[in-house]
């Protein structure tokens, strides 16, 4: 029989065969091997007799890596277990909770003798989280057990934590930076001009500089008011907690320039020296000497030549708390962080569906008596930020009271969500407030024109023929303006209700400034100042609970997830380190995704958002 002619349809089955031939060799290729891998790992796990344990006497080493959070991002289960098998990454995100959990495990733990700060991979930022581990550091003094801390080099926030060390080590080599607290951006319209682009901003509130960038090239005088008001609120409380810690003056934090000089001077230029000189350290020490000393407080480990230790992501995989079943009555933890999206989100973002649903979990769960809403979110749409608010209002009226805890951000749209609850605490520098509101288009009609590109057409209405194609017209402005204008009377309304005050007394604490927590209980923004335990002893209080469990309210995994979450932990420590390296491709991908997702808040329906670009110091 001869063969099939060559048809236009023959020719395209061809075509579409070959394509899907190697789409499966490819994918066994990746599939089969991983599939292997993960099975010999998992095995080599299973019967390996080589397990972690504590030798009676040793040191937890707080060896953390990454950024504060109170809620991780969800992430691929593959990609969970190359960060497990990295241990320290330094792009990595840690969970406070985590971090509380096994401090004050290791205070009772008799095995444990000590507890040593290695801070070298902590991210910057976040001061509210590193003053309660700070606090939850001092409880762990209490137990008699020394804490210490050794550094190569510290910057301000991994400073900052080890002033609550007993005893701080610095390499000679080394240095302590604390440079103080800064707000730049970049600003655009030049840019934007050059390019013909036109940016439509509508806003309310003198200090709502989140679309400044876009309609100036310069930062506003109001910004700057606002701003430089803000860092040294917060530099206050950097400055006093350190200098308290160390029992030197605030003023030796953050030396001007000519004090800088004379006291590096005085120590012959060497940076480390003048950290000892300064009293921010207490002893240099190399690597080898710091080795000595450790040996002789805590012993010589049994295997190698390093002190008696375990690491923090080895003690946390021994220590991990069982999961709770609310035997008793109890209080619900909702966490609310990232930026407020519309829609599902995943954990780490806060989404108008998603994160009410689990609010409304909590109001239908017979055993949750009270719900604290963990705030740490710079805002974002308005439509999603009021989602969620009903959704407090819903739990009140099911007789549940609501304690808001402010973490690092409560600002705009997270100002929004907590306004409505019981109770609500901060911390000192928290950042909270921005209470405004704005809008933004942009259009490419200009942009499009010098490229030959124009549109024209027929519409009938107004509104049929909006397009970032053609320009606004004064009316379109006119109308979007006045959405605006009620969305702010309507914010300062909450609030004035919410917080009992007047309209008038709102609109001069608004106007889209951003105030830390100190000054949000000065102003009646907040009820008191507390972290989370507080705000957890506040909602059993107000639900009349003496004895109670707490749980933190998650979106529930599929029988899938549960299995594959439950392998894939037991796998992770043989996977070899090789596959498990991040590679500098990688750390710019996880960079330019951070930037993507950041353009990705700006999704409300309406184009109306309750957002803090300023939240960041």
């Known amino acids: 029989m001869s063969a099939k002619p060559l048809t236009t349809k023959n020719t395209l089955i061809l075509i579409w065969n070959v394509i899907n031939f190697i789409r499966k060799l490819v994918l066994n290729l990746v599939f089969f091997p991983l599939f292997f891998l993960i099975l010999i790992v998992f095995t080599v796990a299973l019967f390996s007799s080589d397990e972690v344990k504590v030798d009676d006497g040793s040191a937890l080493v707080l060896d953390l890596a990454g950024r504060l959070v109170d809620q991780k991002q969800d992430i691929d289960p593959l990609d969970a277990i190359l960060k497990q098998r990295q241990g320290r990454d330094a792009n990595g995100e840690l969970l406070l909770s985590d971090v509380l959990y096994n401090i004050d495990s290791a205070a009772n733990d008799k095995r444990i003798s000590a507890l040593v700060l290695d801070l070298g991979d902590m991210a910057p930022g976040g001061i509210t989280k590193i003053q309660t581990i700070g606090r939850h550091i001092e409880a762990f003094k209490k137990s008699g057990k020394p804490v210490i801390a050794m550094g190569n080099y510290y910057n301000q926030y991994q400073y900052l934590l080890a002033t609550y060390a007993d005893t701080i080590y ?11 607290l800064s707000s730049y951006r970049q600003f655009y319209k030049s840019a934007l001009d050059k390019l013909k682009i036109n940016t439509h901003v509508f806003r309310v509130g003198t200090y709502k500089s989140a679309v400044e960038p876009f309609i100036r090239d310069d930062m506003s005088d109001a910004a700057k008011e606002a701003n430089t008001a803000l860092l040294n609120d917060i530099w206050d409380i950097y400055t006093t907690t350190a200098a308290k810690n160390r029992g030197i003056q605030p003023s030796d934090f953050g030396l001007d320039s000519t004090r800088y000089l004379k006291v590096l001077n005085d120590a012959d230029g060497q940076s480390g020296q003048m950290a000892l000189d300064m009293k921010w350290v207490d002893k240099l020490a190399t690597a080898e000497q710091f080795r000595q000393a450790m040996i002789k407080l805590v012993g010589k480990a049994a295997k190698g030549h390093s002190f008696k230790q375990i690491d ?14 609310l035997p008793q009555d109890g209080i619900g933890i909702v966490v609310a962080k990232g930026n407020i999206l519309n829609g599902n989100q995943p954990a780490g973002t806060i989404g108008g569906d998603s994160t009410s649903a689990l609010l409304r979990k909590a109001r239908f769960d017979d055993k949750i008596k009270a719900v604290v809403l963990r705030v740490d979110s710079p805002g974002g749409s308005a439509f999603a930020s009021e989602q969620i608010r009903q959704e407090v209002l819903a739990l009140k009226a099911a007789g549940k009271p609501v304690v808001v805890s402010m973490s690092s951000l409560a600002a705009s749209g997270g100002y929004w969500i907590s306004a409505s609850a019981d109770y609500i605490y901060a911390n000192p520098a928290t950042l909270t407030g921005s209470i405004g509101i704005f809008g933004m288009l942009t259009t490419f009609e200009d942009s499009l024109a010098a490229l030959g590109v124009h549109t024209d057409g027929v519409a009938t209405t107004d509104w ?37 005050m007047t309209l008038e007394q709102v609109d001069k604490i608004a106007q889209g400034r951003v105030w830390s927590g100190i000054r949000a209980k000065q102003l009646g923004l907040v009820d008191d100042l507390g972290d989370e335990d507080a705000a957890i002893a506040k909602a059993a209080e107000l639900a009349g609970l003496s004895h109670y469990d707490t749980r933190v309210i998650e979106k529930e995994l599929t029988p899938e997830q549960l299995f594959m979450q439950k392998l894939l932990s037991n796998v992770a420590a043989w996977v070899p380190p090789s596959i498990a390296h991040t590679s500098a491709a ?16 700006f999704d409300d329906p309406n184009n109306v958002y309750l957002y803090c670009d300023s939240c960041n110091y």
């Open 170 to 180: 610095l390499n000679p080599q080394g240095m302590v930076t604390v440079e103080g």
């Open 312 to 325: 923090y992501y080895d003690y946390a995989s021994l220590n991990a708390p069982a999961t709770p079943v």
């Open 464 to 500: 049929a023929n909006l397009s970032v194609t053609r320009p606004l017209s004064d009316g379109v402005k006119a109308v979007i303006q006045r959405h605006i204008e009620r969305g702010y009377h309507d914010f300062i309304s909450l609030v004035a209700k919410e917080r009992h």
């Open 586 to 601: 990688q750390q710019i991908l996880t960079q330019l995704t951070a930037v993507a997702q950041e353009f990705a808040s």
